[in-house]
């Protein structure tokens, strides 16, 4: 086989309050979420960056100042590194904050793989996450010549490695709720997507539901209350639903205690630890909801890395 590199993608986070706005400015510039020409995009991006830099200050504050992100995904590549033995090595490759995709390739480069496996950490397929990271790690490995044969696992919204992981912290977390008394319901959320994107023939909604339906059918309850949903809405825009806030009031009204397992995410970072956590659990308590439980990312859960270990034999 040789020297394999495998590059793992995610998003990135800022590692420090000074990066805060230079991130959410990275983040807004690419094109593949504001779909605009650069003259208009980049300018729109400042002011955006400028306008949540002081919120977004605030939710990494809670975090103790920057996100958790990094070293998640790097307790991920040493495991999975692990798992696919000595002529493996595990890179990592954030869009929008450090270690940058240009980096990475430069990394990579020097490293000389006989092949590269490109292996983002997004479970679904969307043209915003995955499609973004592929388009520029292909842009940059052209710009400085890293001529290597490359593989790319391009989505695995049903690997049975990942579905397991996740039904297993999903059954914990019922059984507990269960223990005291109230009716529950199973919450799925994902990332939400603006419904424009959607329409334009992204696959990430159809992904998300076949996640969802695999995990439900690994829980074989028959009679489980579930319910997909979608966080994160921000501007204007339209939006996939229904919305983990609607969901949450609605549980209210109903009496109905709540599971919520994030589906879309593999590791903690702000959109779990103060969306989920602390925002939602709020609301949830100010609309009477009874229960409310929290199911953890699938992380370094070992066989989620098994999952991915799969993927890139696989590939």
Not at 240 to 259: N, Q, S
Request: hydrophobic letters at 45%.
């Amino acid at each position: 086989m040789g020297r394999r590199a495998v590059v793992l993608m995610n998003l990135g986070g800022p590692d420090s309050p000074q990066a805060v706005q230079r991130f959410l400015y990275n983040l807004f510039a690419d094109r593949a979420i504001i779909d605009l020409p650069a003259p208009l995009r980049l300018p729109l991006a400042r002011l955006i960056a400028w306008r949540r830099a002081r919120v977004a200050g605030e939710i990494y504050a809670h975090l103790g100042g920057a996100s958790p992100l990094l070293p998640n995904t790097q307790a991920q590549a040493a495991a999975l590194a692990a798992a696919l033995g000595d002529e493996t090595r595990c890179f990592i490759a954030m869009r929008y904050w450090h270690p940058l995709t240009a980096a990475t390739v430069r990394e990579v480069k020097a490293w000389r793989p006989q092949e590269i496996v490109c292996l983002p950490l997004y479970p679904q397929y969307s043209t915003t996450t995955t499609g973004s990271s592929l388009a520029l790690w292909r842009r940059e490995a052209g710009r400085q010549g890293l001529d290597c044969p490359t593989r790319v696992i391009e989505s695995y919204p049903a690997a049975p490695g990942f579905v397991a992981a996740l039904a297993a912290g999903i059954a914990e977390a019922l059984a507990e709720g269960e223990a005291r008394g109230a009716p529950l319901r199973l919450l799925l959320s994902a990332h939400g997507l603006p419904l424009k994107i959607v329409r334009a023939g992204d696959p990430y909604p159809d992904q998300v539901m076949r996640t969802a339906e695999a995990v439900v059918a690994a829980l074989a309850r028959p009679a489980l209350d579930w319910q997909v949903c979608y966080q994160s809405r921000v501007g204007p825009l339209a939006w996939l639903g229904p919305a983990v806030d609607d969901e949450i009031r609605r549980a209210g009204r109903e009496r109905v205690g709540l599971v919520v397992a994030p589906i879309a995410f593999v590791s903690e970072h702000s959109e779990t630890l103060v969306e989920l956590d602390r925002d939602y659990r709020r609301l949830a308590e100010s609309c009477g909801v009874p229960e409310y439980r929290r199911v953890p990312t699938v992380g370094a859960d070992p066989r989620f890395i098994a999952a991915l270990a799969e993927l890139v034999e696989a590939a």
